[in-house]
């Protein structure tokens, strides 16, 4: 039996919240490693309070499976390089879904990289497509070198998934990490939520807004990052990217469910998410 992993109760946020997505076999072998015997505080909080906080999280990891099947089925032979990867098991869903259309799949993270290595080598054995590197996303010379280590190579075309991690780092951290992938021809992708600002948020939603980047602020000790579309449009334009999707959950919401029952104008959802080529 696989020793279950113990990890602080901060870090399981997004896989209690995303639960219900973890179906697969490979992925339900990785869930049973953790070891979820004491409450996430964060989690029990933000779901008494905000229990659309389910719905969010949920939202987010869909939208990013459904860009990543768009991109992946019309063009394979993709390497996907997920940063700031955490403790989400994308890479044996990917693995399990694309076996034959992704060629390297890098997980980079800063945390329990190693431990996460540990577990995926318990489940899958000598598999020779996902890799990992311990590494701190925004220290661009460090990551790109440990990305060659790991077999990146620059004329395949990749798909960069940065989920979750805008919110704790600076634009300019952000802009000088996404140059690392520009191409001429702009044929690498790049995918990402981001927390809107204040001012691109309905009124009526407002105080909820406010209500959940308060408590995830108070977790984290610092301020969130949050943008505004025209932020986000300024990041794209430094970057000489084009923007591919830009998506209000509400919008996320009734394409994956069909209605819109937590999220009904663009601004509600805390986030939004975005892709751009480059």
Known sequence: MTQQLKVPSTSRLVLEAAMQLYTSPLQQRYIEAIDFSETSRLFYELKRHYPLVIDLVCLRKQCIRSMLHERITHWPGQQVILLGAGLDPLSLYLLEKYPKEITTIIE??????????????????????????????TDAALLWSKLQENGYRE?????????????????????????????????????????LSEEDVPAA???????VIRILESYVNTHLNVNSHAD???????????????????ETERKITGRNRMFHAPGE????MLSFSL
Request: charged letters at 20%; one cysteine or more; hydrophobic letters at 45%.
């Open 155 to 195: 004329e395949l075309p990749a798909t960069i998934v940065f989920e979750g991690l805008l919110h704790y780092i600076s634009n300019e951290a952000f802009i000088k990490t996404m140059k690392l992938f520009k191409t001429p021809t702009r044929r690498n992708l790049a995918m990402l939520d981001y927390s």
């Open 269 to 272: 959802g805390v986030v939004e």
């Open 108 to 137: 980079v993270d800063n945390g329990y990289i190693a431990e996460k290595q540990q577990l995926y080598a318990g489940i899958i054995p000598g598999e020779p497509l996902i890799r990992f590197s311990k590494c701190d996303v």
């Open 205 to 211: 939603f407002l105080p909820t807004h406010q209500g």
């Open 232 to 250: 986000m449009a300024g990041i794209i334009f430094q970057l000489d990217a084009t923007l591919e999707n830009l998506e209000p959950l509400c």
